[in-house]
């Protein structure tokens, strides 16, 4: 993507290494201070566009870091979830464009925010796992602990979870959750479409190469 090298040759010195770690740990610090101390700090931090309107401009970055859940055996697994897939991508393609894929993400994640009325951060880290995926998708995880499972399945049931709740906000009306799902694919679609389309030309043009390769032995054995 000639786009993102431009960027990262003017503003690669500008991004933040190890950005999940920073991530994590806030969230963390988010849900000890929401469950244990008992601050709501998750509804003051929280994307909303009638609090954006009334002037809490702070929100349209902290929603990245309110805690995914409420439990704390739950919690210490999906942050440590969330810091391997960060991690990994940061591996595989640097700070900058680690940092640039969850910028699209939170931009993508704001403008359903102001389309809908609120945003957050749930798609916008499934898409984590959607890049991961896309990336490695051979990598084994173990899940419920116990069954080894490669990731490119999972990322499939990630798509039809996606899908489906899709379909169910179309049907339910509820647009919040439908301009949620299609803003926080901006991201993904924006790194790996040019690999989908070229993906998809290469296929177009091997099945006519067959084809046409079909066709002529069929014709050399008409002949005999």
């Known amino acids: 993507m000639q786009w993102l090298n431009r960027l990262e040759r003017k503003f690669g010195r500008f991004a933040i290494p190890n950005l999940m770690v920073y991530i994590c740990l806030t969230m963390l610090a988010v849900f000890l201070l929401d469950v244990i101390i008992g601050i709501p700090v998750s509804s003051m931090i929280?994307?909303?566009?009638?609090?954006?309107?009334?002037?809490?401009?702070?929100?349209?970055?902290?929603?990245?870091?309110?805690?995914?859940?409420?439990?704390?055996?739950?919690?210490?697994?999906?942050?440590?979830?969330?810091?391997?897939?960060?991690?990994?991508?940061?591996?595989?393609?640097?700070?900058?464009?680690?940092?640039?894929?969850?910028?699209?993400?939170?931009?993508?994640?704001?403008?359903?925010?102001?389309?809908?009325?609120w945003g957050s951060n749930t798609y916008l880290n499934l898409s984590l796992f959607l890049a991961f995926a896309q990336l490695f998708p051979e990598h084994q995880v173990l899940l419920f602990y116990i069954l080894p499972v490669k990731v490119k399945y999972l990322a499939y049931v990630d798509w039809a979870l996606f899908a489906l709740s899709f379909i169910t906000g179309l049907l339910t009306r509820d647009w919040a959750t439908c301009m949620a799902i299609l803003m926080s694919l901006l991201n993904f679609f924006l790194f790996f479409g040019p690999d989908f389309t070229r993906r998809f030309r290469d296929n177009r043009r091997y099945s006519a190469v067959r084809k046409n390769w079909r066709n002529q032995m069929r014709n050399n054995q008409n002949r005999f």
């Open 46 to 117: 929280a994307l909303s566009r009638a609090a954006l309107l009334r002037g809490q401009i702070w929100r349209l970055v902290t929603f990245i870091f309110v805690p995914p859940a409420s439990g704390v055996i739950t919690i210490l697994f999906a942050l440590y979830f969330y810091y391997f897939i960060g991690s990994s991508l940061e591996g595989a393609w640097g700070s900058f464009r680690f940092n640039a894929y969850y910028l699209c993400g939170m931009l993508g994640a704001v403008l359903a925010a102001l389309i809908s009325g």
